[in-house]
């Protein structure tokens, strides 16, 4: 909507899960990763963060909502992904000197490790990009608010090149297959809590590249490949390959976690049982037929195919029956889409 006055854009945009994780920068300022990362972008459906912002000359000062409580406009990240917006903007606009409201909100748990600050800021610069009608790739400037975040710009299957430059204008995210390439392709969300995490993920991998010899080991010699293989799988639509390095690149994530000193500890024991019933199905199926994945927080999601949901979210339901009947997400498939 556009007035005399006042600009006003909405935009929602969605969770994606990672299938090769991004852990660990190598510049803190310009989050910048020491690998490249891979993940599939979530429909909108049930995971979305959805944010207003209007910018008029009669509003006195900026101001931030997230989740109906008022924050400080005083964030870096904020800041620098407005800079960057401004300085790709025409600066002959009227608007560049105008305040802002924002008003955000995410219908899923915020900060309990189910990626609410990728959603989060790939949505605030979704909705920037259209107020001052930024053009070209935006998901450079979505990086510097949340690294993730990069990768929610695009739907389906995303890969985020940590690039080559020392300004981070090439670490960007791009779209290697779209979701209808695999339509059969489901994501399941187990919330084994939804509690606030004990450690962020901005500082768990900080003291990872500090304090833990596997990071460097993993960005060099095994993310290439993996990135490489995974890609091929996609393609191909091979789960069984795609499962074995989705679970295989999860447990590494939390191998550099516990190898991180005083270690970051995200899945509890509800998580391990989690991953050891994926096995055990995996095994009495004779080949992949779900994927696990857990981010920094304890709880799972998996990556399946249609036809197998059924049978899985009745053993999920048996093995793990839900305190809360209404609990989030468990047992509802998710698809994946394209944006
Ligand atoms: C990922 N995670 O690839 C990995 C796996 C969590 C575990 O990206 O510091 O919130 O804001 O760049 O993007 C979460 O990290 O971290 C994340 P910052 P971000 O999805």
Request: aromatic share 10%; net charge neutral.
């Amino acid at each position: 909507m556009e007035s005399k006055n006042a600009k006003i854009v909405t935009c929602v945009a969605p969770v994606n899960i990672a299938v090769i994780k991004y852990w660990g920068k190598l510049d803190e300022e310009l989050l910048i990763p020491l690998n490249d990362s891979l993940s599939g972008t979530l429909s909108t459906d049930f995971m979305r963060a959805k944010t207003t912002i209007m910018v008029s000359p009669t509003l006195q000062e900026n101001k931030f909502w997230l989740n109906g409580k008022e924050q400080s406009f005083d964030n870096k990240r904020l800041d620098n992904c407005l800079k960057e917006i401004k300085r790709r903007a025409n600066q002959e606009l009227p608007i560049l000197n105008w305040k802002l409201s924002i008003c955000s909100e995410n219908n899923f748990p915020t900060a309990a490790g189910l990626a609410s600050s990728a959603a989060g800021y790939a949505c605030l610069v979704s909705a920037l990009a259209i107020l001052y009608d930024i053009e070209g790739d935006i998901s450079s400037i979505a990086r510097r608010g949340s690294g993730s975040a990069c990768r929610s710009m695009y739907g389906g299957w995303v890969h985020w090149c940590k690039g080559i430059k020392e300004d981070g204008l090439d670490s960007i995210a791009k779209q290697i297959a779209p979701a209808s390439h695999w339509p059969e392709m489901r994501v399941l969300i187990l919330v084994v809590s939804d509690g606030k995490k004990k450690y962020g993920s901005t500082e768990g991998m900080k003291r990872g590249v500090e304090t833990s010899e596997l990071i460097t080991y993993r960005a060099q010699y095994v993310v290439p490949k993996r990135i490489e293989d995974i890609s091929e799988a996609i393609k191909k639509r091979d789960f069984n390959t795609f499962a074995q390095i989705t679970m295989q690149d999860s447990n590494q994530m939390h191998a550099i976690c516990l190898d991180t000193y005083p270690p970051c500890v995200y899945m509890t024991n509800v998580s391990h049982a989690i991953a050891g019933l994926v096995h055990a199905y995996n095994s009495y199926k004779g080949s992949n037929k779900v994927a696990y994945t857990f981010d920094a927080g304890p709880n799972a999601c998996l990556y399946l195919l249609e036809p197998e949901v059924e049978e899985f979210v009745s053993i999920v339901n048996y093995v793990f029956p839900p305190s809360d009947p209404q609990g989030y997400f468990q047992g509802m498939p998710l698809s994946m889409k394209d944006i």
